[in-house]
């Protein structure tokens, strides 16, 4: 290497790294070496004379070094930067002419008229037949956002690239048409295909958000649906407490029986005991009462589980019990149900008639829980009265048989 190149690519290093801003993701250094090795690589492959090597070389080394001062216009920045430094250098003007020149070649829009002009800007362009393509691709975009440039989505950036591949972009030396044409066409395959599937994504987005829409429109209204299933979900749980609470009930008063059964009433044979008969059958009596109420407001209501095809069509039954329907042969009910869901008023009619008679239901368990919970309390109140009542007798009794 000579010793201006060697001097360039120092330079250009320095250079890069105390005045080029870090939102420079792809237009840096990195960049620089890459096109700067792409050259050498077509030049490797041509006839190119030792002093044009040169000449190419260095103004690859310089071509992006405007950008530490501008991005509009950065190709003349970079030609004034490596006229300074070759004037520095003491390097003839024809030279420096001839660099400028090609520096000023790697403008997108510029045609290239001669072979070394051809060799930088396919050097510079490099980057679209190789490997990294992808990386440096984002790697610019991103750049072009920070700089306030233009934020492209993904979309946007594929649509920008399909256009650079197809109309902007060529290359001009005949290794890079031999070597990376082909390359270059499997990266925009690779975008179209990208882009394809993308659109393909969207396509079936839209159409599932337009059956959607048109579901909802043919539907029952949201507002009908939400009234049923919360007042159809309010009357299961209201249902689901009674039972538990009507088990509880049961529960205890099953306790208390058994309590009763083995240590009180065994003793009542006694003669001594025999004032607590009376509280005892007391306890018992409302307890066995209460454990009748609470199985009475649990037990389940099964009807026949059938019904006729003249029932169905008049609507005097409710197909969504299966205490309506446990009876009839599949192909019967299917049927029906057939019938039903085709008229959105009689789907509307048959929740209705399903709410009415869950409500219906409640209403018999609550009552009768409310009865439960009378019966019960006031058995434990006349059963502690009755024993209060029983031992203060005694007591008196006793009293009176001490003291003449």
Known sequence: ??????????????????????????HNYLHTQRVVE???????????DIKDKELVLIAAWFHDTGYIHTIKGHEEAGAEIVKDFLKE???????????????????????????LEEIIKDADTSHLSKDYFSEVSTLLKEELKLHGIRSFSNTEWRKENIQL????????????????????????IDILKKQKKKR??????????????????????????????????????????????????????????SLALANLIPKLDSPTNKHLMIPSLVLVLFSV?????????????????????EEVRDRKVNLLFFGNFFKMPYNQYQKAINQLITNKNDIYEMLTKDLYFLGVVLNKKYKLLKVTYVVFTIGIILSVVSFIYAFSTTEFREIENIIP
């Open 165 to 188: 591949f197809t109309e902007k972009h060529t290359y001009y030396t005949e290794y890079a048409i031999n070597n990376w044409d082909q390359a270059k066409n499997k990266q925009l």
């Open 289 to 309: 009462a209460s454990i009748i109420l609470s199985i009475m407001s649990t037990q389940p209501k099964v009807t026949s589980g059938e019904f006729t095809e």
């Open 1 to 26: 290497m000579s010793s201006i190149l060697e001097k360039s690519e120092k330079y250009v290093f320095e250079l890069f790294k105390e005045k080029l801003p870090n939102t420079f993701l792809y």
């Open 38 to 48: 792409s050259a050498i690589e077509i030049m490797d492959h041509e006839k190119i």
């Open 200 to 257: 393909k994504k969207k396509d079936k987005e839209i159409l599932k958000a337009k059956l959607k829409a048109q579901y909802k429109e043919e539907s029952p209204e949201r507002g009908i649906q939400t009234m049923y299933r919360v007042a159809l979900r309010n009357h299961i749980k209201l249902s689901d407490i009674a039972d538990t609470k009507a088990n509880i009930l049961l529960s205890v008063n099953a306790i208390i029986i």
């Open 89 to 115: 250098e003491k390097v003839d003007s024809a030279m420096i002419q001839n660099i400028t020149e090609l520096i000023l070649a790697t403008k997108l829009t510029k045609k290239p008229t001669n072979i």
